[in-house]
């Protein structure tokens, strides 16, 4: 993924990300995940990975994370499970290592003082102290996920920040892009007219708010 995009998608917030794509009939949002340390803003690549439930104590869960790369975004398919966590400090300190963009989790993480101590963004519904270990077991890698009812495959960008977690499809990056930043440019210009004295009527037909999408 062109270093270039990634960039230009950091500079936009999820909410217009969302916006661009509710214009272009996408649906990216990842219901329910939430920060787990404020303040990060993540852009880049998913990896997937999926994880069921199985009481068979298995070992090497995690060494998935060998192979993910630099910048890259871990997403983990435990199907909003709360009760038992598949993400724990010695998978938070290798990722940091490894120069791995965040990770987000439809379900659940522990260990959160490392999480805040190494400053590591991490997106899920929650966090409990309960491993996985003879709970859950790996069954895929880098194949289509579901996290927050929203389809991820792999090599998506993922896009997190402190209003949640949105993917956008690999094959309409560009597109979703060109109408973010149309739509973060047209609201600077209403807003700087607003502080102007100008009707939130009157800014948005000048700037042709409601064409983005159309042309």
């Known amino acids: 993924m062109p270093v270039g995009i990634i960039q230009a998608f950091l500079s936009l917030s999820t909410p217009t990300i969302s916006d661009a794509m509710d214009m272009l009939g996408l649906s990216g949002g990842c219901l329910g995940l939430r920060p787990v340390v404020m303040g990060h803003k993540i852009a880049g690549p998913a990896f997937t990975v999926r994880y069921i439930p199985g009481g068979t104590p298995k070992t090497g869960a995690g060494d998935f994370l060998d192979d993910v790369p630099a910048g890259g975004v871990v997403v983990i398919d435990n199907g909003g499970r709360t009760y038992c966590t598949v993400w724990g400090d010695l998978m938070t300190r290798l990722a940091k290592r490894n120069g791995v963009a965040g990770t987000v989790i439809d379900g659940v993480c522990r260990d959160v003082e490392l999480i805040r101590e190494l400053d590591y963004p991490i997106f899920t519904r929650g966090t409990y102290m309960v491993t996985g270990r003879g709970r859950m077991q790996l069954t895929s890698i ?46 600077d210009q209403i807003i700087h007219m607003i502080a102007e004295g100008l009707m939130l009527r009157e800014a948005r037909s000048r700037v042709g708010y409601h064409q983005i999408g159309k042309q």
Do not use: K, N
Not at 153 to 163: H, I, K, N, Y
Not at 172 to 181: I, K, N, P, S
């Open 142 to 187: 880098q194949e289509t996920v579901t996290i927050g009812e929203t389809c991820v495959e792999p090599g998506d960008l993922v896009v997190a920040d402190d209003s949640g977690v949105l993917v956008v499809p690999q094959s309409r990056m560009d597109e979703v892009l060109r109408t973010a930043q149309s739509i973060g440019e047209r609201e």
